[in-house]
Structures are given as structure tokens and as C-alpha cells.
């Protein structure tokens, strides 16, 4: 095991558990394998010669389906990729129609893909739109739809709504602005 940090800091980093490298590493790298601490030139497990399990199959692997770009894991260390493949289509979860598919934005008339960097979600209605729609105006949110008729005083809430329904829903000035003297 790996001697850590130094005679004044000994909580600090840890020295490189390859024999004949020994360097003080401030952010050493532990192996997944044999769990020892090794510097950014024996991280690897070929590099400080791990004896593990884990270093025999060098990790998990995945294979890329084209038809519908999964990520398919390896289930035996030096599979080939064909059977791995093959393997994928024939358990059903192979749908080419998968990778044409993106959601795009629900504001009307916007055909923009949601992706991950593009795309947040309402925090009235709880849908996802895309960056140009992210204002509740901008897109059909039923939430504000309902906080904008009570703000406006809708129904008679305020005493007003008669006064309001009259003139097209706007409120009347309290002083005409007739009685104003421009200078």
C-alpha cells in the first residue's frame, strides 16, 4: 500500500505504489483492480502491471450498434464484436427507428430538437421546451394562463370586472387624461 503524503502534511496525496517509481503524486489515481495509489504515468493497468481480475479483461467494454446507436456491453472478455452484434438484434431492444427519433420542442409552430443543452423545463406546467420558448408568454403554459386572468382581475375578483369587461378589459384612468395641460 501506498505511503501517504509527507513528514508535515501526511493527510496530502500518496506516494506511487510502483517499486521502482515511488514519486509523490498530490492526486494520485487508485486502481479499481488491486486498489493500490499510482502517479498519471502508472495509472493504467498495463503500466503498473496489475495482477486483478478486473485487469485481465481490461474493464467492461461496449460495442456501438449502428442500426440504433445503443451501447451494448460485452458479456465474456474477447467477444467479437459481430456475435455482441448479433446478439443485440436478436433480443428485440435493436429498434432502428430509436436513433431518428428526438423529441422536439411543443410550442406551436417550432421545430426545434430538444437536446440536452438546448432544452429546459417549465417550472409552471412542468414541460420541456426549448431555450427560444422557455418563458411561460412564449409557450401554451396552462399554470400561467390561470395566474394571468387572476392578475388581471378577471371574473369580478377586485371589483372591477364590470368596468373592465365594458372597455375591452382594460381598467379606466382615475382622471381623464383630457383634464391634463401639456406646456
Known amino acids: 500500500m501506498a505511503r501517504r503524503g509527507t513528514l508535515l502534511f501526511p493527510d496530502l496525496g500518496a506516494q506511487c505504489d510502483e517499486p521502482e517509481c515511488n514519486q509523490l503524486e498530490f492526486l494520485p489515481f487508485e486502481c479499481d483492480g488491486c486498489g493500490g ?48 452484434l448479433d446478439a443485440h438484434a436478436r433480443s428485440g431492444r435493436c429498434d432502428p427507428a430509436a436513433r431518428k427519433r428526438k423529441p422536439a420542442c411543443p410550442a ?42 387572476v392578475a388581471a382581475g378577471g371574473g369580478g375578483q377586485c371589483g372591477h370586472g364590470g368596468a373592465q369587461s365594458k372597455q375591452g378589459g382594460r381598467r379606466p384612468l382615475a382622471v381623464s387624461i383630457r383634464s391634463f395641460k401639456i406646456c
Open 108 to 149: 406551436p409552430r417550432c421545430k426545434e430538437a430538444l437536446t440536452f443543452c438546448n432544452a429546459t423545463q417549465c417550472k409552471g406546467c412542468g414541460v420541456r421546451v426549448c431555450l427560444k420558448h422557455r418563458f411561460p408568454a412564449d409557450h401554451v403554459c396552462v399554470a400561467s394562463a390561470g395566474k394571468r386572468r
Open 37 to 84: 495509489a499510482f502517479c498519471a504515468a502508472h495509472r493504467t493497468y498495463r503500466n503498473h502491471r496489475c495482477a486483478s481480475a478486473k485487469a485481465a479483461g481490461h474493464g467492461r467494454t461496449v460495442v456501438l450498434c449502428p442500426d440504433c446507436g445503443a451501447s451494448v456491453e460485452r458479456t465474456a472478455a474477447g467477444q467479437a464484436e459481430r456475435d455482441v
